[in-house]
C-alpha cells in the first residue's frame, strides 16, 4: 500500500524540481517550473478558477442536497421507502461516468431540451446560448453528478437522530426553526462535513466533466495535468500536481476541524 | 402539526423535482438514442425514430462514414481488469479487516494509509505512478500499472464494507466451533463465511463497479490499449454521434442487471440465514 501510495506522491514532488526543456527531462533539480506557474495568467488562473468552482459546487450541493436529505431522513418514517428514495438518488451512479456527462449537451445545447421546452412554453424568444460550453455548463454536470455524495451522509445523520429528543423539544414549547437550528442541525453536521470532503476531493482532481462540458474552454489544475502529461512536460505537470495536492490538503484539514469525526461515527 | 404538514408536501414535492433534475439528462440520452442515422446528430429534433444506432454499436448496420466505437477489444479488457480487480481487492480486504478485529500496533496509520488510497484523486496518483513507472523503465499496462492503481482504489471500500461487517460479527460463535473441535478451515466455511457473505457480495459489487468505471487513473497508467472509459474519453475530441447514447443506455441496462443479479443472490442469502435459523430452533424444540 505505502509503495503504491505514498511512493508515488513522493516522485510527483520530486519530479516537480526537475529540469524541463522543451524535448527532454532531467533529474537537475531547479526551480524553473514552479516559477513558471506563479508567473503565468493561464496557469495561476487555472488554480484560481478551480477554486471558484470547486467553491460554487460544494455550495450549490449542499443547497440541493440538504432538502432532499432532509425529507429522506426526517419525514419518511418507513425504513423500506427511505431505503427506495436512497437507491433511486444512487442509481444514476450505475451509468458510465462520462456518458452521464455528455448527456448534458443535448440537454444544455443551443438546440437542447431545456431551450426546447422554455421556447414552447413562451418564456423566451431566443434560445439562450450560455448555457452550453461555460462554465456554467461545468457547475451543473458536477453538481448533478456530485449531489449524491452529500445526499447520503446527511440523509444517514439524520436517521439517526432520536425521535424522543425532538418531542422533548416541542413540549418545551419549540417551534420547528428552532428545532432544527438547534438540534437538527448541528446534529447533522458530521454528514455534512463527510459531504463536503467527498465532494471536494472529487471535484477538485476533476478534468473530464470540464473537458466534455465546457469546449476546452475552461480549464481546471486537472485538465492542465493531461494536457502538460500530453505533450510529455512532465515536470510542469508535476509540479500542478503538488499544487493540487497541497490546495487539497488543506481544505480536508479544514474540514475535519469543524467536527471531530471519530468520536461522532 | 398543520405548519408540519405543509413543510412536508414541500419537502416532498422538491424531492420529486430533484430525482427529476437527476433523471432529466437519461431520459433526454433515451430519447435521443433513437434518432434517425447515419445523418441524425445527437440533437433535437428528432428526424425519425430508428434502431439505426443500436445496429451501428452491434456491427449490424451498414457502413458509413461514422467509425463504430471501439468497443469489442476496450469491452473485454474493461470486464477482465475489473474482474481480476473484483478478486484481489475483495480477498485483500477481507483478509485486512479480518487483522483489524484485534486491536495492533500501528493499526490506526495503517487504517489512514488504507482509507488515503479512495481519497487521494486518480489524477494525482495516476500522475505520480506514471512518473514512478518512467524512471524505473516499466511499461504502462492497463494489465499491470492500471490494475494495482485500481486495486489501490477499490480495495478502501471493500475493507471498509468487510470491517462493518465483521464489527457486528460475534466472535463467540467461531470460539463456540473452535471448542467443539471443529478444525479452522470448517469452521470458517460452515460459521464465518456464511456469516460474513452479504457483505463480500457488497465488496465485490462495490470493486467491480468502481473498477469498470475507473478513468483517470486509467488515462495516465493504462498505456496504449483502452478500457471502455477511455474508448469513450477518446470520442470526447471528435464530434459526437448518437451512438455513444445508444450505448449509454445498453450499459445502464447493463448495470442494472448487474445490480439484479445482487439483489437476487443478497435476499436468497437473507432467506437461507432465516430459514437456517428457524431450522436449528425447530431441533431445539
Known sequence: ?265 | MNNNSTIYATLAVYLSLFLIFLYGPFVVMGILSFQQGPEGGPQFPIIEWSTFWYKHILGYAPPTRIAPLPIGDALLRSITLSIATMIVSTVLGTLTAQAFRRNFKGAGIIFYLVVLGMMVPGVLLGLGTSLLANQFGIDRNWWSTAFVLHVVYTFPFAFLVMLAIFNRFDPKIEEAAWALGVDPLTTFRKITFPVIFPGVLSAMLFAFTLSYDEFPRTLFTGGADVTMPLAIYGTFAVEIHPNLFAFGVLTTLFSFSLLTVYGLLMAASLRRSRSSISGIQEDIE
Not at chain 1, 514552479?34 to 449542499?62: C, P, Q
Not at chain 1, 431505503?83 to 433511486?88: K, M, P, R, S
Not at chain 1, 476546452?216 to 503538488?242: E, M, P, Y
Request: glycine fraction near 6%; charged fraction near 15%.
Open chain 1, 1 to 265: 500500500m505505502a509503495l503504491f501510495l505514498v511512493l508515488p506522491l513522493a516522485m510527483m514532488v520530486y519530479v516537480s524540481f526537475w529540469t524541463q526543456t522543451t524535448f527532454a527531462i532531467s533529474s537537475d533539480l531547479t526551480l524553473k517550473s514552479w516559477k513558471t506557474f506563479f508567473a503565468s495568467d493561464t496557469y495561476f488562473g487555472a488554480l484560481t478558477r478551480t477554486l471558484k468552482i470547486w467553491l460554487i459546487v460544494l455550495a450549490v450541493t449542499f443547497a440541493l442536497g440538504y432538502p432532499a436529505a432532509l425529507f429522506i431522513g426526517r419525514y419518511v418514517k418507513d425504513k423500506t421507502t427511505q431505503t427506495i428514495l436512497l437507491v433511486a438518488c444512487v442509481i444514476p451512479f450505475w451509468t458510465s461516468f462520462l456518458i452521464r456527462v455528455l448527456a448534458w449537451r443535448p440537454m444544455l445545447g443551443k438546440e437542447g431540451a431545456i431551450n426546447i421546452v422554455l421556447q414552447k412554453f413562451g418564456l423566451i424568444e431566443q434560445p439562450i446560448e450560455v448555457l452550453l460550453f461555460t462554465e456554467l455548463s461545468v457547475i451543473v454536470g458536477m453538481v448533478q453528478i456530485y449531489v449524491v455524495f452529500m445526499v447520503g451522509p446527511i440523509a444517514f445523520m439524520l436517521a439517526r437522530i432520536d425521535d424522543s429528543l425532538i418531542e422533548a423539544a416541542r413540549d418545551l414549547g419549540a417551534s420547528s426553526y428552532t428545532i432544527f437550528r438547534r438540534i437538527i442541525f448541528p446534529l447533522s453536521l458530521p454528514g455534512v462535513v463527510v459531504g463536503a470532503i467527498f465532494v471536494s476531493v472529487m471535484v477538485l482532481g476533476e478534468f473530464a466533466t470540464a473537458a466534455a462540458l465546457s469546449g476546452r474552454k475552461v480549464n481546471l489544475l486537472g485538465n492542465i495535468i493531461v494536457t502538460q502529461v500530453g505533450s510529455l512536460k512532465w515536470a510542469f505537470a508535476a509540479v500542478v500536481g503538488v499544487i493540487l495536492t497541497l490546495v487539497m490538503a488543506l481544505v480536508i484539514t479544514a474540514l475535519l476541524r469543524l467536527v471531530n469525526l471519530r468520536k461522532e461515527l
